[in-house]
């Protein structure tokens, strides 16, 4: 099979979340969006998935984000392995390095699919997920959103998980509607286009939480979301660069606050109140105050504090991180490590 090759020579920042998604849709095909930035030793196995399937007709973007190493000849070698098949299509985006958010954007300007799939170039999907998915969004149109269980994977273990998975057919019966939050990684779900298109798509600052923050946006858009029991994905954990590689160190710390901050920005120009999602926000800006106090970065601190004062709503909280803004104030971040840091093991 042959790649559809597009090459895009600069990407322009038309808006902070990247083109308009185009309406229109085949109807019943499956977009599946992968972003791959130097993953020529990964990529194989995430596209090997996909092709797997036993669900037609599925059309697979590929946008490698700037990738240097052998990415491309990795992708083409593994289509070229396949034969030719009507209901499957390769579509491979080449951009400038300009990070996973607008690599998933150019992948969803560029789709054709009544539903969207995205899947990161070093996870994997069951081979029944698109299936049972499409078949629960068929059997209730008022639905917008699926999604199923996922497990984290040590990357030794991935093809022993993906087997058994596999074997393990989905009950789309079983499946039922649900007020759960989406998974804050949206890869378990599959979205109906007419839901997506009129949104926001991916926020093309955030760098460190960006599925966070887009799902935070996707459930003020209230979805009609179903559940369906079974492991659908799974997430393969190595070291060959995640964005998890910035937790807990000071690149993730500048990058934590200006991916909880868009999420605030998202908050403020909401018409709608939602005290969970603004509770989310506070949460985040938690985490990040707790990883600045870590580093002894005082300024990091005192802002991500404040902003978790700002989008407080449980009342515990609320109480003690205004407790915990004002002695940062009086007494300066380092008094407040010494204070918390056995609790939250900042040492």
Request: with cysteine; hydrophobic share 45%; aromatic share 8%.
């Amino acid at each position: 099979m042959k790649l559809d090759f597009i090459k895009i020579a600069g990407v322009q920042a038309l808006s902070l979340y990247g083109p308009p998604i185009p309406a229109e849709f085949e109807p019943g095909l499956v977009s599946v969006v992968m972003p791959a930035y130097n993953r020529a030793a990964l990529l194989p196995e995430a596209m090997q998935s996909v092709w797997e399937q036993t669900y037609r007709p599925v059309e697979l973007l590929i946008v490698n984000d700037g990738s240097t190493d052998a990415t491309a000849e990795a992708a083409r070698q593994t289509a070229a392995a396949w034969p030719d098949d009507p209901e499957f299509r390769v579509l491979y985006v080449m951009q400038p390095n300009a990070g996973a958010a607008t690599a998933r954007n150019q992948g969803l300007v560029h789709s054709h699919g009544e539903f969207i799939q995205y899947l990161d170039s070093d996870d994997v999907l069951a081979r029944h997920k698109l299936a049972g998915h499409v078949g629960v969004l068929k059997a209730d149109e008022a639905l917008d959103v699926v999604w199923s269980d996922w497990r984290v994977v040590a990357s030794e273990q991935l093809q022993a998980q993906l087997a058994a998975a596999n074997q393990t057919e989905l009950n789309v019966p079983a499946w039922e509607r649900t007020d759960r939050f989406l998974p804050h990684e949206p890869w378990p779900t599959l979205t109906r286009r007419r839901f997506l298109a009129p949104l926001p798509a991916w926020n093309q600052k955030t760098r460190r939480w960006d599925d966070w923050e887009y799902s935070l946006r996707l459930m003020a858009a209230r979805p009609q979301r179903a559940f369906l029991p079974g492991v659908t994905n799974l997430q393969r954990e190595h070291k060959q660069g995640r964005i998890t590689d910035f937790n807990h160190n000071l690149a993730g710390i500048q990058r934590g606050l200006v991916d909880a901050g868009e999420a605030g920005v998202a908050r403020d120009g909401a018409k709608d109140p939602r005290p969970d999602l603004e509770q989310l926000t506070a949460d985040r800006y938690w985490d990040v105050f707790l990883e600045a106090l870590k580093f002894d970065m005082a300024d990091p601190a005192k802002q991500a504090i404040s902003g978790a004062c700002r989008y407080a709503r449980r009342p515990g909280f609320k109480l003690k991180v205004w407790l915990l803004r004002l002695m940062c104030h009086l007494t300066g971040p380092k008094r407040v490590r010494a204070l918390l840091a056995r609790r939250y093991l900042l040492n």
